[in-house]
């Protein structure tokens, strides 16, 4: 006990005189450092991945299949042109669309039409497209002719809204 009473007023002084550790000296200001995978701002032309949802018409169903979601990419193609590549995320098929050789416009629309024939088929493609900002607005039409035939079919048509995505965009 003597023991104890002995040290109690040494246990108390100490933790008397204990303090809290200080925090550690503020460091200079944070300048992150450019990384080769930091996605730049987006210049406001076209190029860049957009995301947004459409209203897709089956020609071969007749039906409507309204707001889905559609992933668009626009990226340059050959010098001045551009290539567009729209996907619905609806089931697989006719739901995709291509189009390669698009004249770069000066302006924020672009219209036009693009034939892709291949030994099977041939796709003719009506498009236009709107750019505000970093919102895309247009529509597609894709007419489908087998190599027998002389008349495409009937149109697919996308119309949709999609806005840039500003995350990470490979180049």
């Not at 002995?6 to 933790?15: E, N, Q, V, W």
């Not at 991945?49 to 209203?55: C, E, L, Q, T």
């Not at 048509?157 to 995350?167: D, M």
Request: glycine letters at 12%; proline letters at 8%.
């Amino acid at each position: 006990m003597k023991t104890v009473l002995y040290y109690l007023p040494l246990l108390i002084a100490g933790c008397a005189t204990t303090s809290t550790p200080a925090p550690p000296p503020a460091a200079e200001g944070f300048e992150p450092k450019l990384a080769k995978f930091t996605a730049p701002a987006p210049s406001g032309g076209w190029p860049g991945s957009y995301a947004g949802r459409v209203d897709f018409y089956d020609s071969r169903g007749e039906s409507w299949r309204r707001d889905s979601p559609i992933s668009l990419i626009i990226q340059p193609d050959e010098p001045g042109t551009l290539r567009l590549l729209g996907h619905v995320s609806l089931t697989a098929g006719r739901r995709s669309f291509f189009i390669g050789g698009i004249a770069e416009p000066p302006g924020n629309t672009i219209a036009g039409e693009h034939t892709d024939g291949g030994i099977l088929t041939t796709t003719q493609y009506t498009y236009t497209l709107t750019l505000n900002g970093s919102f895309v607005t247009g529509t597609v039409k894709a007419q489908i002719r087998s190599g027998s035939e002389e008349t495409f079919e009937d149109a697919d048509i996308w119309r949709f809204n999609a806005e840039r995505l500003t995350g990470f965009q490979s180049h």
